[in-house]
């Protein structure tokens, strides 16, 4: 099986916005850790074969979902990437079936650079760059037993208030004569707004009569002068 790399190795640098990224840290190649860079400019390598029977290597946007946007970048090691170690990647890493390549190309022992923030609806500031940053790197130290505690403790507490919104949306919905209302604990109050035993006529109801007889809520058939 041949294998070639489409046109060359060189991956282009992506587009920067115009401000130093120093003061925030150097890896250990003496690259900034962050970087803020226009998402379709990045690119990366992905191997395997393609749907034009080609086998090897081509260039492919990073971020393809995220559209014209700017974006903050971080530099991680190539363990922090893959979670595995090199034999371990090797072993393990993700392969394309047809041609058994890693997709993603030789272990990154360089370490690779993720989008960690997507600027939505606004350019890049320094101000907001900055704080930005300072919360990723405080996220670096946050417990992730607590982190899990608390994400499930906030999943219960929408669960719980999307369960009384259900509940007491369909107490809305329920006739407002002649039915007791749902109960979670399985018993119908003795007293609510919706079952009060108000005496009205079948006219005052709207409900059809005969002849010239009103059917009342309680008691028999009366006559009336219709």
């Known amino acids: 099986m041949n294998l070639s790399i489409a ?14 990224m120093a003061r925030f840290g150097k890896n250990p190649m003496g690259e900034n850790i962050y970087r803020v ?13 393609f749907s034009d029977g080609y086998i090897g290597a081509r260039l492919r946007k990073s971020y393809p979902a995220i559209g014209n946007k700017w ?31 890693l997709i993603n190309g030789p272990y990154p022992y360089n370490g690779t650079y993720n989008e960690c923030h997507t600027f939505e609806f606004e350019n890049p500031q ?6 930005i940053i300072a919360l990723v790197e405080k996220a670096r130290y ?13 999943d219960e507490r929408k669960e719980k208030a999307d369960a009384e919104q259900r509940f007491l949306r369909v107490r809305e919905l329920e006739p407002l004569y002649g039915a007791r209302p749902a109960n979670i604990g399985g018993r119908p109050k003795a007293v609510n707004h919706k079952t009060q035993n108000t005496a009205l006529s079948a006219n005052e109801l709207g409900l059809p009569t005969a002849k010239n007889k009103v059917v009342a809520r309680q008691g028999p058939l009366i006559h009336a002068s219709i």
């Open 37 to 49: 860079v226009f998402a379709p400019t990045v690119r990366k390598l992905v191997f395997g074969q």
């Open 7 to 20: 046109n060359t190795m060189e991956i282009p640098k992506p587009s920067h916005w115009p401000m130093s």
């Open 126 to 131: 320094a101000g907001s760059i900055e704080k």
């Open 142 to 154: 946050n417990d992730p037993i607590a982190n899990r505690i608390a994400m499930r403790d906030e």
């Open 71 to 101: 974006i903050i970048e971080k530099w991680i090691s190539g363990f922090e990437d893959t979670r595995m170690t090199p034999a371990e990647y090797e072993k393990w890493g993700p392969r394309d079936p047809q041609s058994g390549m």
